[in-house]
């Protein structure tokens, strides 16, 4: 069955600094990627996918995520966090098909001016 | 393009009452639908999903059920509520099978 893990529930990062998100998953074969955001009482937001090919994905706003397969990884990132992405994060694990992506708890941004 | 309705936006029900969430989507057609629950600091709890009318699995026994009565209508529903379905709750539409989830803009619900 597969699996996502993100060890962080909150993150600290000063405005204009750069984040990292983590994410973890297992799963047996090449799986689909995604990471979402969640701003307060809405609903989730596709942020990126990575389903094949080049491991370095670009998404909206600025974020990229890495899949590197050796580590089980995909984390987000952004060069320099603006306010406005306070927000939750999810990554989520797929693998298409009739399957149900699993997501991981999630991972509360907070923004410090 | 496509869209996904919810409503209502916020509901206050007290314990013992009944629940009708509805979800539409527009634009596609034969999607996968989903519901979830998101309790306070918590992930998402998959509750049913949907990949086509009438055909509802469900992930958690729990006090709701689902139906699915239309091709782009999901219906999230209880005969009688209890404090702990207190939350907010989530639809999603899944296209293809490519595993990319379309959320609305959730209902917040308040059993009180």
């Known amino acids: 069955a597969q699996s996502v893990t993100q060890p962080d529930i909150h993150i600290t990062v000063s405005e204009g600094a750069s984040l990292e998100l983590r994410c973890n998953y297992s799963?047996?074969?090449?799986?689909?990627l995604f990471w979402y955001v969640q701003s307060p009482g809405q609903g989730l937001q596709l942020l990126l996918k990575?389903?094949?090919?080049?491991?370095l994905v670009q998404g909206i706003k600025g974020f990229e995520a890495e899949f590197k397969r050796s580590q089980s990884s995909f984390n987000l990132r952004k060069p320099s966090v603006h306010w406005s992405d306070a927000a939750e994060y999810f990554c989520?694990?797929?693998?298409?098909?009739?399957?149900?992506?699993?997501f991981g708890r999630g991972t509360s941004l907070i923004v410090h001016p | 393009s496509q869209t996904i309705h919810q409503w209502p936006a916020t509901l206050v029900q007290p314990v013992g009452s009944p629940l009708s969430l509805e979800c539409t989507v527009e634009?596609?057609?034969?999607?996968?639908l989903y519901w979830y629950r998101q309790a306070a600091g918590r992930g998402l709890q998959l509750l049913f999903y949907s990949v086509g009318i009438g055909q509802i699995s469900s992930e958690v026994p729990q006090n709701l059920s689902a139906s699915r009565p239309q091709d782009r209508q999901f219906i999230l529903s209880s005969k009688k509520l209890l404090l702990s379905d207190s939350g907010f709750y989530l639809c999603?539409?899944?296209?293809?099978?490519?595993?990319?989830?379309?959320f609305g803009a959730g209902t917040r619900l308040s059993v009180l």
């Open positions: 799963y047996g074969a090449t799986p689909y």
């Open positions: 999603a539409w899944e296209a293809d099978t490519k595993n990319i989830q379309y």
């Open positions: 634009g596609t057609s034969n999607p996968n």
């Open positions: 990575y389903f094949s090919g080049d491991t």
């Open positions: 989520a694990v797929g693998s298409g098909g009739s399957y149900i992506p699993t």
